[in-house]
């Protein structure tokens, strides 16, 4: 009958076991970092065995151990001889415990198939596949990569897994983000075509209102000035002005809408041209401002004529609108050539550039509103000192990003303003 033993011989034999299991565990991590190369192991018999440890090559195993990926060796069976704390770690359990289990055991349901072919052909050629190992309940996507080892004991399978769980949530997002995105692709198409019924029912069904108060109000005022008050004289002509104003802002509206469309019809224009045309439309206008345009010679670029020269329009006629009183406009234009301007990421191919300065002696602007001038709706001064409908230079920041180029401005109350357009020479290089 056995001796139980007593509580200070409990006490020994722990600290004995426990002293036997900081040795083992001295010993497995001096294995891992490759602090030695070979084992002497008692055998049952009182003989020893000599274990040489050609796979513990110092820099391979250390190696092995700092990989982010997991690292198995698989013998002919399919059993693990060894593995790297990535993957005992990937599959959540301790690494004591994986060593000597059949790696298929690991393979996800639905997997083994395509588990059973790498392993086979692995032992022939080089290869890799996708796949699920399992850890507790959970799927984890993994990337197989094997090759075969030579090991002193005879060939070996290694196996390098790659967790592929992050990689598999992103392109989740993307595919998410690419199908929210043709969404938003199909309802901006169905904006775009509401935008152009609207369009075409301001272009005739609201105007036409406007035209019949415009020419009645007229035909009224013309036909009773005699008959009619000042005071009455005064609220027509506020009734014909307003009406006036409507019509140009319903003019403003649609000729930003049309901009939407992606018709662009660029052809190589003299920008010269452009302006002496400009110049020509403003000729009554000049002459009652006095105003003075100097143009110097510009290139020939490839841009839309027709929208072009409203963005010409819409500048040379603010700098005449916001002249200061009582000194007559200055205007002058200049441009060039240049390329690969600093900073332009539209000039990373070497894309010749043209430049277009205008600046004039108006009254300019507080450049703390540099943002708000190209918004539409925006006006920095009031309507009864100056006319417009706030859309003009909203209209040529668009027609210049349809060009692929950009516009900047600079301004300083009561010194005037400068604006300079960059775009490319060629809409097909830029």
Known sequence: MNRQKTYEELIKENEELHQQLEEATDTIQAIRSGQVD????????????LFTLKTADQTYRVFIEKMNEGAVTLSHEGLILYCNSMFASMINMPLSRVLGLHFSDFIADGFQEIYLDLFNNGWREDSKTELCVTRGGELVPCQLSVTMLQLDEGPALSVILTDLSFQKEIQQLLKQNNLRLAEINTELEVSNHDLQQFAS?????????????????????????????????TYLNKIIASSQRMRN??????????????????????????????????????????????????P??????????????????????????????????????????????????????????????????????????????????????????????AITKKIIDKHNGSIAVSSKEGEGAVFELTLPISQRLG
Request: net charge negative.
């Open 249 to 298: 802002m319903i003019t403003d509206i649609l000729s930003y809408s049309r901009l939407s469309t992606n018709v662009n019809n660029f052809a190589v224009t003299s920008l010269n041209e452009v302006i002496d045309e400009v110049i020509e439309d403003y000729e009554i206008l000049i002459l009652e401002k006095k105003a003075k345009i100097i143009v110097d010679k510009l």
């Open 38 to 49: 070979a084992l002497v192991v008692k055998s049952p018999n009182g003989g020893h065995q």
């Open 201 to 233: 029912i301001a272009s005739h069904d609201l105007q036409e209102p406007l035209r019949k108060i415009l020419i009645f109000s007229t035909m009224l005022r013309n036909k009773l000035v005699d008959e009619l008050t000042d005071e009455n004289v």
């Open 300 to 393: 020939d670029i490839e841009v839309n004529r027709g929208q072009i020269k409203q963005v010409f329009q819409n500048l040379i006629s603010n700098s005449i609108k916001f002249s200061k009183p009582g000194l007559a406009p200055v205007i002058r234009i200049s441009g060039g050539v240049r390329e690969g301007l600093e900073g332009s990421l539209k000039d990373s191919t070497g894309t010749k550039n043209c430049f277009v300065t205008i600046s004039d002696n108006g009254i300019g602007f507080d450049e703390l509103y540099y943002e708000k001038i190209f918004s539409l709706f925006e006006r920095l001064n009031t309507k009864d000192k100056y006319e417009g409908s706030g859309i003009g230079l």
